[in-house]
């Protein structure tokens, strides 16, 4: 286990109040990313310990991001977004996102909430597949370099 939880910050350029002070955070080591496509990358290359995606992520739909995230691990998910829309909150929630921060809720419970997710996940690693191919991507944990090894381009169902 990394000594600081890494928090992948999925939310496009100028971050959000709340998810700049997680990023400043002391407690946390922070990975920030502009796209979806880039927070799957990262998901995957860096494993956190827990992503923050806000539903404003250009890119590959932020939807579509949740949805595969789910279906690669059992890591908590918090959903951000600047408006509070009950159908939102409700489709994130039943997509797989674990919260749902907005502005409306008190900065001082974003903190805790985030440390809250992360105490149920402290001790035991993601349980992550090892391959999830879903047509635009292919993520195949069998294949992920080492640091200082060469890195390996080669289509996961041919191997290397």
Request: glycine share 6%; aromatic share 4%.
């Amino acid at each position: 286990m990394r000594p600081r939880p890494l928090i992948l910050i999925a939310a496009p350029d100028g971050l959000h109040p709340a998810l700049a002070r997680v990023s400043a955070d002391p407690q946390y080591e922070t990975l920030v990313v502009h796209t979806g496509e880039s927070a799957l990358r990262a998901l995957y290359r860096y494993r956190p310990d827990g992503p923050i995606l806000s539903l404003r992520l250009p890119g590959l739909d932020p939807w579509d991001v949740l949805s595969r995230v789910r279906d690669m691990s059992d890591l908590p998910i918090a959903v951000v977004d600047l408006t509070y829309r009950v159908a939102d909150a409700a489709r994130a929630l039943e997509a797989g996102a674990d919260d749902y921060l907005t502005p409306g809720l008190s900065e001082q419970l974003h903190g805790p909430m985030l440390r809250a997710r992360l105490r149920r996940t402290g001790d035991a690693p993601p349980d992550t597949a090892s391959v999830v191919e879903d047509g635009l991507l292919i993520l195949d944990r069998r294949m992920s370099p080492t640091p200082g090894s060469p890195r390996r381009n080669c289509p996961a169902p041919a191997g290397c």
